[in-house]
Every structure is written in structure tokens, then in C-alpha cells.
């Protein structure tokens, strides 16, 4: 049976364009079928479009509250029947009307290593608390911002002479591998949410979510697939 994803995003898209790249040149049963924005500026809708992606913008300014453009969004989103609603640099905070409809089937990509730095300017933030490392986390959903279940984690060392701008580049090469590992493994069938807990091949995932470093078969497999 094949899955029918949906991305939202809101900005520049790499890593929309890294989940494109993952499902080329595979025999996967997984399929983006639309890209979707709040913002008319986005460059992600132009990678979409030129991967031949269905693309629809969902202006969060025409709308009075974020009840009437949360439910605009899913009757956009809805439209595409998906089975995975992906976000991927979507920056708008979800109702929990919203989160509720796709409980299960929404997996969002955070910069930072959850649960530390939930919210905004997280690179700065990681700077700041003198961490000595930092990285990305893909989780499911729920309706805590940046509080649901862990999948997937990729670690980097914070380096002395690091600012928010070179983290976030090492930061954003990490999540353009975790993100699609946690897709695939999605599509495969192998990630669920099963009683708000993640599972892998029907295992608990640890609190702390996977390593990325434990995963480099699966990465091959994928790439050969
Ligand atoms: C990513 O770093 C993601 O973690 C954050 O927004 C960024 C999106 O980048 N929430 P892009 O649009 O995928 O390039």
C-alpha cells in the first residue's frame, strides 16, 4: 500500500528537497503528493514545483485566528488524503484541534536536542548554555510544542569558535539525514506511535530518542534501495 505524504513548510525547503532526494531512484511506496506553505515567499513551494510536487499556499495573514487558518489548513492538507503530514521548517504553532486530527501521522524536525532549547533561536540558546553539543531531533507531534515523542537524534560537537550561523549550517547537514530516516522507516511501515509512545519495529523507542550514529545500515539500505 503506498503513503501519501504531505509536507508544510515555510521557508527555504532543504529539507523538503533532502526528502524529495531520499524517495528518488528507489522502489519505495512513499509518495509527497503536495507541499504546502503559509507564506507566499517560500522557496520550498519552487523546489516542490520542480520536482513536479503538487504545490498550495495557506496564507496565515488572511485568516483572523489561528482556529480559522488551522482549519483551512486541513481541509488543504485533508484534500490530499495523506497518511504522514510532515513538517519540515513549518513555522507556525498548531492547534490542538489540529494536532489531535493527525495524532499519529505528523512528524515534525526540531534544531536542537530535545528536550532542551524547545522554541525559537535554538543555536543561540545551545551557545549560551555552554552546551558541548547540540544537534537535531525529528519527534511526533502532540500537543505540548516541541514535546512529543522522540524518533530520532543526530549529535554534533559544539566547537569553541562556533556562532549561531555555523551551528545551524552543521545542524541543518544532520537533519538532511535524520529526516529522511524517520520518513522511511514511516513508509516502511516500522515507525508508529503506539499509545502516545514511538516505536520501532514495534519496540518503545527510548525517551531520549535513536542515535543517528547507530542507524548506518539502515542509511545504506536506504540509499541502495
Ligand atoms: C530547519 O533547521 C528546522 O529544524 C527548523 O527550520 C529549518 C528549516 O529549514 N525548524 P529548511 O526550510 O528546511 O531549509
Same mark, same amino acid.
Given at each position: 500500500?503506498?503513503?501519501?505524504?504531505?509536507?508544510?513548510?515555510?521557508?527555504?525547503?532543504? $529539507?523538503?528537497?533532502?526528502?524529495?532526494?531520499?524517495?528518488?531512484?528507489?522502489?519505495?511506496?512513499?509518495? !509527497?503528493?503536495?507541499?504546502? /506553505? $503559509?507564506?507566499?515567499? %517560500?522557496?520550498?513551494?519552487?523546489? %516542490?514545483?520542480?520536482?513536479?510536487? %503538487?504545490?498550495?499556499? =495557506?496564507?496565515?495573514?488572511?485568516?483572523?485566528?489561528?482556529? /480559522? *487558518?488551522?482549519?483551512?489548513?486541513?481541509?488543504? !492538507?485533508? /484534500?490530499?488524503?495523506?497518511?504522514?503530514?510532515?513538517?519540515?521548517?513549518?513555522?507556525?504553532?498548531?492547534? #490542538?484541534? *489540529?494536532?489531535?486530527?493527525?495524532?499519529?501521522?505528523?512528524?515534525? !524536525?526540531?534544531?536542537?536536542?530535545?528536550?532542551?532549547?524547545?522554541?525559537?533561536?535554538?543555536?543561540?540558546?545551545?551557545?549560551?548554555?555552554?552546551?558541548?553539543?547540540?544537534?537535531?531531533?525529528?519527534?511526533? =507531534?502532540?500537543?505540548?510544542?516541541?514535546?512529543? #515523542?522522540?524518533? =530520532?537524534?543526530?549529535?554534533? #560537537?559544539?566547537?569553541?569558535?562556533?556562532?549561531?550561523? /555555523?551551528?545551524?549550517?552543521?545542524?541543518?547537514?544532520?537533519?538532511?539525514?535524520?529526516?529522511?530516516?524517520?520518513?522511511?522507516?514511516?513508509?516502511?511501515?516500522?515507525?508508529?506511535? !503506539?499509545?502516545?509512545?514511538?516505536?520501532?519495529?514495534?519496540?518503545?523507542? #527510548?525517551?531520549?530518542?535513536?542515535?543517528?550514529?547507530?542507524?548506518?545500515?539502515?542509511?545504506?539500505?536506504?540509499?541502495?534501495?
Amino acid at each position: 500500500m503506498s503513503c501519501r505524504i504531505v509536507v508544510l513548510l515555510s521557508g527555504s525547503g532543504t $529539507n523538503l528537497q533532502a526528502l524529495i532526494d531520499s524517495l528518488q531512484g528507489t522502489n519505495t511506496n512513499g509518495q !509527497i503528493v503536495a507541499a504546502l /506553505s $503559509n507564506r507566499p515567499a %517560500a522557496g520550498g513551494l519552487d523546489r %516542490a514545483a520542480k520536482a513536479g510536487i %503538487a504545490t498550495a499556499l =495557506v496564507d496565515h495573514q488572511l485568516y483572523a485566528d489561528r482556529d /480559522s *487558518f488551522d482549519q483551512a489548513l486541513m481541509a488543504q !492538507i485533508d /484534500s490530499y488524503q495523506p497518511d504522514l503530514v510532515i513538517l519540515a521548517g513549518f513555522m507556525r504553532i498548531l492547534t #490542538p484541534n *489540529f494536532v489531535r486530527h493527525y495524532s499519529g501521522r505528523l512528524l515534525n !524536525i526540531h534544531p536542537s536536542l530535545l528536550p532542551k532549547h524547545k522554541g525559537l533561536h535554538t543555536h543561540q540558546r545551545a551557545l549560551e548554555a555552554g552546551d558541548r553539543e547540540h544537534g537535531s531531533t525529528v519527534h511526533f =507531534v502532540t500537543e505540548e510544542l516541541d514535546g512529543g #515523542p522522540l524518533v =530520532v537524534q543526530a549529535r554534533i #560537537p559544539v566547537d569553541a569558535g562556533d556562532t549561531p550561523q /555555523s551551528l545551524a549550517e552543521r545542524v541543518q547537514q544532520q537533519e538532511h539525514l535524520i529526516f529522511p530516516l524517520a520518513m522511511h522507516w514511516f513508509i516502511q511501515g516500522r515507525l508508529r506511535l !503506539i499509545d502516545n509512545q514511538a516505536c520501532l519495529d514495534g519496540e518503545l523507542i #527510548p525517551v531520549g530518542g535513536l542515535r543517528l550514529d547507530d542507524f548506518e545500515t539502515d542509511m545504506r539500505v536506504q540509499a541502495d534501495a
